[in-house]
């Protein structure tokens, strides 16, 4: 079982709303940053937007950046990635990931290669 559980995906149409959670129970001890990435059919994984460890800071791609926000609660061991205005380019599996925290980096990296831990990923079609 992945020790990473995202939910939240769905149908919705352009201009909706919705909003990602990224369970991660399996990672209550440590400093780490959470991801969240999406993958369309027939194109590479993409970095949509991290946040820190204690939240303080995060990272978010230019193409969400105004309508995307990533939160996470640490009493609930849970990231969300709340998705504003969407539109049919923003379809694609989603999938949060784990990297330790690296306090040189500054801003965690919206790089795949850098995390370790994956979900299995959640489906979001926008469509008319």
């Known amino acids: 079982q992945s020790p990473l559980v995202e939910s939240g995906g769905g149908l919705m149409q352009p201009g909706g709303s919705l909003r990602l959670s990224c369970e991660v129970s399996a990672f209550t001890s440590g400093h780490y940053d959470v991801g969240w990435f999406r993958q369309a059919p027939g194109k590479e994984r993409e970095g949509v937007s991290c946040?820190?460890?204690?939240?303080?800071?995060?990272n978010i791609a230019d193409s969400v950046k105004g309508r995307f926000t990533i939160s996470r609660d640490n009493t609930k061991n849970t990231v969300y990635l709340q998705m504003n205005r969407l539109e049919i380019e923003d379809s694609a599996v989603y999938h949060c990931?784990?990297?330790?925290?690296?306090?040189?980096?500054?801003?965690?990296?919206?790089?795949?290669?850098?995390?370790?831990?994956w979900g299995q990923g959640t489906q979001v079609t926008v469509k008319s």
């Open positions: 990931a784990t990297a330790p925290h690296v306090e040189s980096w500054g801003l965690c990296p919206l790089t795949p290669t850098e995390y370790g831990y």
């Open positions: 946040i820190s460890d204690s939240g303080s800071s995060a």
